[in-house]
């Protein structure tokens, strides 16, 4: 991008995880949530440093998406939310939560989403469904946009994880949500998609190993990053090669 002849880095899209545990156990959960702890965050100290480095390298965020398993159980989530907004004033900042914990938020938090315009957004689990008006009146009564993720109750999960990387990697891509943009960012690297930046996690979780690729890292300034994510975003990684050519479908539980 190019503006009175200086240029701009644009990154469409980053998501990352500041809870990777949930108080949902979902099958089949693309971030893994059931194998963390409820208290496993990203700390704050570490996502300050590492987001002061995405604003240097990424002048322009379009989409940042916070994460979980479930960010709110994190209970100081308005220092990660006011930290965010202030580093990318211009940005669409977004929390996606099964909700089930908005009822009993403090106000203070709420507001601090108010203030600092972060969306809401809500997997209709049936859980979550269950506690909708209670959910909607608590964010409602706070000026906090809200929305949810689809009319219909989340009823099934795709699983398209196995073990070994025989899969063609070229093909596994067409068939998979990443190639509209789930870039996932942990730790100061950027990777194509949650799998590819949680899977060193599972696999010491399950004793199994796994030859990925080792994402990318922001604080090297050898390279431009917006062409970086262009890169993950249309390309297969190695990651795409332990995720099968045909998808399965399973249900919700």
């Known amino acids: 991008k190019r503006k009175s002849g200086i240029d701009h880095t644009v990154v469409p899209w980053i998501e990352t995880n500041l809870a990777d545990g949930c ?8 971030h893994f949530s059931s194998i963390f702890s409820e208290d496993s965050f990203y700390d704050f100290d570490k996502f300050s440093k590492d987001m002061h480095q995405l604003r240097k390298v990424s002048e322009n965020l379009l989409i940042l998406r ?3 398993g479930e960010p709110f159980l994190l209970r100081n989530i308005d220092k990660y939310t006011s930290l ?26 709420l507001k601090n989403l108010s203030d600092n315009n972060i969306i809401v957004l809500l997997s209709p689990y049936y859980p979550t ?19 949810f ?7 099934i999960f ?33 990777y194509k ?3 590819e930046g949680l899977i060193k996690e599972f696999g010491e ?49």
């Open 149 to 155: 993720l689809g009319s219909q109750p989340v009823n």
């Open 23 to 30: 108080n949902l156990k979902c099958q089949g959960c693309t």
């Open 158 to 190: 795709i699983r398209n994880l196995t073990l070994n990387n025989h899969n063609n990697g070229k093909i596994s891509q067409i068939r998979c949500h990443s190639t509209i943009g789930c870039t996932f960012f942990r730790n100061g690297k950027v």
């Open 84 to 109: 965010s907004r202030n580093l990318f004033p211009e940005s669409n900042i977004e929390i996606v939560s099964n909700g089930l914990l908005i009822p009993e938020l403090d106000d203070k938090i």
């Open 129 to 147: 469904l269950k506690k909708r008006e209670e959910i909607e009146i608590k964010l409602q009564k706070n000026n906090v946009r809200f929305s």
């Open 193 to 195: 998609c949650a799998f």
């Open 205 to 253: 979780y399950y004793n199994l190993s796994f030859d990925t690729g080792n994402g990318v890292d922001i604080y090297d300034e050898s390279f431009n990053i917006e062409e970086k994510i262009r890169e993950l975003i249309v390309s297969p990684v190695k990651m795409c090669n332990y995720c099968s050519e045909k998808i399965e479908i399973i249900q919700w539980k």
């Open 66 to 68: 916070l994460l979980g």
